[in-house]
């Protein structure tokens, strides 16, 4: 009985140690202080910056090589 009760308690340190490491490493630092209110057709994200006209005509020539 003791050899039971001793891999019972092994299983139950691993598990217990699996639950630790995971709650550890669950929130990532990029995850933390972000917004996650959400309000429908509203943006919260970070601006973007504006395309200069050159990426503008590069995107059209792209968009134009997928055209059928």
Same mark, same amino acid.
């Given at each position: 009985?003791?050899?039971?009760?001793?891999?019972?308690? $092994?299983?139950?340190?691993?598990?217990? &140690?699996?639950?630790?490491?995971? $709650?550890?490493?669950?929130?990532?630092? &990029? %995850?933390?202080? *972000?917004?996650?209110?959400? %309000?429908?057709?509203?943006?919260?994200? *970070?601006?973007?910056? $504006?395309?200069?006209?050159?990426?503008?005509?590069?995107?059209? $020539?792209?968009?134009?090589?997928?055209?059928?």
């Amino acid at each position: 009985m003791s050899c039971e009760l001793t891999r019972r308690s $092994a299983k139950l340190a691993l598990a217990i &140690s699996l639950l630790g490491l995971t $709650a550890l490493t669950g929130c990532r630092e &990029s %995850e933390e202080n *972000r917004v996650i209110t959400l %309000e429908k057709g509203v943006y919260h994200g *970070r601006q973007d910056h $504006a395309l200069t006209e050159d990426q503008r005509r590069e995107l059209r $020539a792209r968009g134009m090589k997928q055209q059928f």
